[in-house]
């Protein structure tokens, strides 16, 4: 049974960073896509950050962009999401998502998602 599990989220202040953690069991990720959304209380889920399999070429959402590093470990079959300068509107749950089956931005297109971690920052 594959399971994504994500930790590193809480309470952080604008301006401060928190680094997102995502382990995964069950299957190896290294020849995957894996990436990060994210979803705002009343708001849709959202495409925050993804590693193409293939390129090793990373894609970032436009409001994240420069702000957030999205890496991968594969000798822990786990990836990350460094997150910088935190604003208010990043609050939301976050959750991990691996193995892309189409375009990236796309929900829909990912086969393996975590339970998210909640990430709330104050202004």
């Known amino acids: 049974q594959v399971q994504l599990v994500e930790s590193g989220g809480g309470l952080v202040q604008a301006g401060g960073s928190l680094r997102l953690s995502c382990a995964a069991s069950g299957r190896t990720f290294s020849s995957y896509s894996i990436g990060w959304f994210r979803q705002a209380p009343g708001k849709e889920r959202e495409f925050v950050a993804a590693?193409?399999?293939?390129?090793?070429?990373?894609h970032y959402g436009d409001s994240v962009k420069g702000r957030f590093t999205i890496s991968r470990d594969n000798a822990k079959n786990s990836w990350y999401l460094q997150m910088n300068s935190l604003k208010p509107e990043d609050t939301g749950v976050y959750y991990c998502a691996g193995e892309l089956g189409g375009t990236y931005y796309f929900t829909t297109s990912w086969h393996y998602w975590g339970q998210g971690t909640q990430v709330t920052v104050s202004s």
């Open positions: 590693i193409n399999r293939s390129t090793g070429r990373t």
